[in-house]
């Protein structure tokens, strides 16, 4: 009987998984048992990149996962198909990267809120990937990047401001890379691929344009994959993400994957504070004051509101 062999997923399409063996370092293409994508599943996609599975493949035949390995940890969002409840992005990661643009397209500071909320409940540390600069030379767009960066450098977020096109601040990211399992996430069109060519040129990435009509960006990665560095460690490319729903995070946890928001909490009046209407609430005098950026403090309030957790 063949044995069961230990494996890193490094690509999905949703029904076909690419594995890399543990002991041959050689690829194989698998299917997913299907008892694992029955078996109390509440996600669209039980197998993700970045899990550590066992896999058979006797002689001739489909190789075939048969079991997944525990994860220390995944960034997940509630699924836009209603029949199930969730969407693993990628597990067992050691760092995420999310890509964001103010100008075509530009990104949505709620979406960027509740993916940081995500990763925050998940212990996965978080750096923004403001690309683009090179466009942004008008006063407004100065002034929205200057904005920017005082709302998420005073939230305790690392911000690189680069652009992927003109090589610029590309050194800074680059250095955060080797040894360690990245992810790489964002909108489609903020230029995800465009930042992945210019680490590594050898990659054979897809470059897709920004729609003129809509300022929107069009889906050039189609599926998660994971790509060895010729520094050490691995980077995970997704396909872009229009929305970011919440999952498993209850009104009263919100608060505290905040770090802007919370750092003022145990100075409110009242231990069960929500930050809302109650007097003496120390998060909204910071607010008042300037300290806490009024679009974090809108982001956390939808979320109060956000009774699914999901927005497009």
């Not at 690509?11 to 041959?24: F, P």
């Not at 969407?87 to 500071?109: E, G, M, R, W, Y």
């Not at 960006?217 to 995970?236: D, N, Q, R, V, W």
């Amino acid at each position: 009987m063949e044995s069961a062999r230990s494996a890193l997923v490094i690509k999905s399409t949703g029904s076909w998984y690419t594995l890399r063996d543990d002991a041959s370092g050689q690829t194989v293409t698998c299917r997913i048992r299907g008892n694992l994508r029955l078996k109390g599943s509440r996600t669209t996609n039980p197998v993700v990149v970045g899990d550590r599975v066992e896999y058979e493949q006797p002689e001739g035949a489909t190789g075939v996962v048969t079991k997944i390995l525990p994860r220390r940890n995944y960034i997940i969002r509630r699924a836009s198909n209603l029949s199930k409840e969730s969407h693993i992005i990628a597990a067992n990661v050691d760092q995420a990267f999310l890509v964001v643009s103010l100008f075509l397209p530009s990104t949505n500071c709620e979406f960027i809120d509740r993916f940081l909320v995500t990763a925050e409940a998940y212990r996965i540390p978080v750096t923004l990937l403001l690309n683009k600069c090179d466009l942004y030379a008008t006063d407004a767009l100065q002034d929205a990047q200057t904005e920017f960066l005082k709302i998420y450098r005073s939230a305790g977020y690392e911000v690189i401001e680069l652009s992927a096109t003109q090589q610029t601040g590309i050194d800074a990211f680059k250095k955060m890379l080797p040894g360690k399992t990245s992810l790489l996430s964002g909108n489609s069109g903020v230029g995800k691929s465009t930042l992945i060519r210019a680490i590594d040129p050898s990659l054979d990435i897809r470059i897709g344009a920004v729609s003129a009509s809509s300022s929107k960006g069009k889906h050039t990665t189609t599926f998660s994959e994971m790509y060895p560095l010729a520094g050490g460690g691995y980077l995970i490319d997704t396909p872009g993400i229009k929305g970011f729903g919440l999952i498993d995070i209850e009104n009263d946890e919100i608060c505290r994957y905040f770090p802007d928001l919370f750092r003022y909490a145990p100075r409110c009046g009242y231990y069960n504070c929500t930050h809302t209407h109650e007097p003496a609430c120390a998060v909204r005098e910071a607010l008042r004051a300037g300290e806490i950026g009024l679009s974090r403090y809108e982001s956390y309030l939808k979320l109060l509101d956000d009774d699914q957790k999901y927005r497009k």
